[in-house]
């Protein structure tokens, strides 16, 4: 039991980071563009209007996918509560997987919406 608690809460700890972080992009975005923290690709730091669209859109998806990762990932591994613990590990396994190709593959809507919005100078469509 306790490591089905274990991977349960290890599983649920990016869909966590992803809300706060989508959070912290929102609403306390850097204020100047930097090579530290933040949202950083060659698009999002063309100038200060790039920069900001780039946390706005990326913190909403972020949220609204860390939220449904987090029922997800939930409702995934409560059917294995009394499985042995092989079981509850690959399966908590495979979905911590999932979940991190899904954090990394969220760089395309933002990339696209930072495509669609902007010209290849920064400035806007």
């Known amino acids: 039991m306790w490591f089905f608690v274990f991977m349960l809460l290890c599983s649920l700890l990016v869909p966590a980071i992803m809300i706060a972080a989508g959070w912290m ?3 306390r975005c850097p204020k100047k563009i930097n090579g530290w923290i933040g949202y950083r690709t060659a698009r999002s730091m063309k100038n200060t209007d790039t920069w900001k669209f780039a946390h706005d859109y990326c913190g909403r998806l972020w949220r609204r996918l860390g939220w449904s ?6 409702l995934v591994l409560l059917p294995f509560f009394h499985s042995g613990d092989d079981v509850i590990g690959t399966v908590g396994t495979i979905v911590c997987v999932v979940q991190s190709l899904l954090l990394i593959l969220s760089i395309l809507p933002v990339e696209s919406a930072l495509k669609k919005t902007f010209a290849e100078d ?3 469509r």
């Open 122 to 124: 920064g400035t806007r």
């Open 69 to 74: 990762l987090l029922v997800l990932s939930a």
């Open 25 to 27: 992009m929102r609403n």
